[in-house]
């Protein structure tokens, strides 16, 4: 005898509908994701589309901050050349006080700066007179080894005053005391002026 057996056809329509509900899934799934990542990088932007990495942003916060405390030493150091030059040009007043320095024989004036600055061995002289440009000064820098440097610059006019400038890298000096000798030769009137530095 032959036995029947029993099948069991399934509907296709019945297939169908899982075979399309697997699917509308899936896609509801993948517009979420697609959803979910357009709304971060939304709320990114600005760390995401930047020109440089965020590795270099962090060496460049760290300079800027480098260049922000170089920038405040070297205001401070201005002032404190200011400060001195103020300083420097009221104590050279008072001791000229009741008299005219232009009336003088000699040039007169004080060392009010000697010292390195932004790389550079500077000396500054402010002299009381005004002198226009047409002054020139000879500027005798001695070491205590005995090395010596010697240079000229041009006199620079102030409102009542003048002032001349000596300036060289700081890398070729060596470290220890120095002596300064400034002569300064003006409309016919010559004048020195002395101090120290150490470096």
Same mark, same amino acid.
């Given at each position: 005898?032959?036995?029947?057996?029993?099948?069991?056809? $399934?509907?296709?329509?019945?297939?169908?509908?899982?075979? $399309?509900?697997?699917?509308?899934?899936?896609?509801?799934?993948?517009?979420?994701?697609?959803?979910?990542?357009?709304? %971060?990088?939304?709320?990114?932007?600005?760390? @995401?589309?930047?020109?440089?990495?965020?590795?270099?942003?962090?060496?460049?916060?760290?300079?800027?901050?480098?260049?922000?405390?170089?920038? *405040?030493? +070297?205001?401070?150091?201005?002032?404190?050349?200011? =400060?001195?030059?103020?300083?420097?040009?009221? =104590?050279?007043?008072?001791?000229?006080?009741?008299?005219?320095?232009?009336? %003088? *024989?000699?040039?007169?004036?004080? @060392?009010?700066?000697?010292? &390195? +600055? *932004?790389?550079?061995?500077?000396?500054?002289? =402010?002299?009381?007179?005004?002198?226009?440009?047409?002054?020139?000064?000879?500027?005798?820098?001695? $070491?205590?080894?005995?090395?010596?440097?010697? =240079?000229?610059?041009?006199?620079?006019?102030?409102?009542?005053? +003048?002032?001349?400038?000596?300036?060289?890298?700081?890398?070729?000096?060596?470290?220890? $005391?120095?002596?300064?000798?400034? *002569? &300064? +030769?003006?409309?016919?009137?010559?004048?020195? @002026?002395?101090?120290?530095?150490?470096?």
């Amino acid at each position: 005898m032959v036995q029947k057996t029993n099948v069991v056809k $399934h509907r296709p329509s019945e297939y169908r509908k899982k075979k $399309h509900t697997g699917l509308i899934v899936v896609i509801v799934l993948a517009v979420v994701a697609l959803i979910a990542a357009g709304v %971060l990088l939304f709320l990114n932007r600005d760390k @995401i589309f930047q020109n440089e990495p965020v590795k270099n942003q962090d060496t460049t916060s760290k300079q800027e901050k480098k260049e922000e405390k170089s920038d *405040e030493k +070297s205001d401070k150091k201005e002032e404190k050349q200011s =400060s001195e030059t103020r300083e420097a040009e009221k =104590s050279s007043i008072n001791q000229n006080d009741g008299e005219d320095p232009n009336a %003088l *024989e000699n040039i007169t004036g004080v @060392i009010n700066f000697a010292g &390195i +600055s *932004e790389g550079d061995f500077i000396v500054t002289a =402010s002299l009381d007179q005004a002198l226009g440009d047409a002054g020139n000064c000879k500027f005798t820098i001695v $070491h205590s080894s005995g090395a010596t440097i010697v =240079s000229s610059a041009a006199t620079s006019a102030g409102p009542t005053t +003048s002032f001349c400038t000596y300036s060289a890298p700081a890398s070729g000096m060596n470290s220890g $005391h120095y002596s300064i000798n400034v *002569e &300064i +030769s003006a409309n016919g009137k010559k004048g020195t @002026i002395t101090g120290e530095a150490n470096i």
